[in-house]
């Protein structure tokens, strides 16, 4: 637990909110808030550890939590599912077992903000893995990547017609949500050569099986085997070849 609490990063954002919040006189509100949004986070950060995932930093922000991640690409789908969504579960759970000791009008407001809000599909935000994985059931790893991108801008475009000008936390809380989803489309080429690299110096007990004929056609929780000029060649033997023409290895 010591370990946990060292990764956690109080951003500034969230220490304007506070200060905010606590002049306008908003401090039982701010007590709620912030319990919630520490259960959601707890959530995902229990799960996680049950899957043995290496947890880099824990973010507070004046609309959630954001756990990242020091983990490979190529974890199983399931374990990102259930990490997800294990944040809006344990919250629900909890407000269910509080809800009648509150005597706070706005407590159940409160409680579906902060689940709705995490469940837009806007990256990093809870909603935007879980399309990503249901991208990833449907689709190769480099389209789902693309897709979310796409739909992340999408909706962050909503959302700044909608609400950009209402306050100053709205605001910064939607630019912050920009730059993190321009980071993701920055990193997008050095993710797939990350997501191909530990498939090949990495071995993973997949079920399933799938013969395709470039990379770009490679999917989460698939072996493949590349049908290339006529000839099968297992995936292993295919990237190590790519990746001595590129020089990499």
């Known amino acids: 637990m010591k370990n946990i609490l060292n990764k956690i990063y109080i951003h500034p954002l969230f220490i304007i909110a506070l200060f905010v919040f606590v002049s306008i006189g908003y401090f039982r509100f701010l007590i709620y808030f912030m319990m919630l949004i520490l259960v959601h986070e707890l959530g995902h950060i229990i799960i996680s550890l049950l899957f043995k995932w290496n947890i880099d930093r824990i973010i507070i922000l004046p609309f959630g939590g954001l756990t ?16 997800a969504i294990s944040g809006v579960i344990f919250q629900f759970l909890f407000y269910l ?3 009648d000791f509150v005597y706070y009008k706005y407590f ?3 409680n579906y903000f902060i689940i709705l809000f995490n469940l837009i599909p806007i990256y990093p935000l809870d909603g935007s893995k879980i ?3 249901f991208f990833n059931l449907i689709t190769t790893f480099k389209n789902s990547l693309s897709l979310t991108i796409i739909i992340s801008y999408i909706f962050i475009i909503i959302f700044s017609l ?4 209402i306050n100053k936390i709205i605001a910064f809380v939607i630019i912050f949500l920009l730059l993190e989803v321009n980071r993701l489309y920055k990193e997008r080429k050095e993710l797939f050569n990350k997501f191909l690299l530990e498939r090949y110096l990495n071995e993973f007990k997949f079920k399933k099986k799938k013969t395709i004929k470039s990379v770009d056609k490679m999917k ?7 049908y290339i000029d006529g000839k099968y060649l297992t995936e292993k033997y295919f990237l190590k070849k790519m990746f001595d023409i590129r020089g990499i290895l």
């Open 68 to 83: 990242k991640y020091n983990e490979m690409i190529n974890r199983p789908l399931i374990e990102e599912f259930l990490i």
């Open 97 to 99: 077992l509080i809800k």
């Open 108 to 110: 159940s407001a409160i």
């Open 131 to 133: 399309l990503n994985i």
């Open 162 to 165: 909608l609400f950009f000008n």
């Open 220 to 226: 989460k929780d698939y072996r493949h085997l590349f």
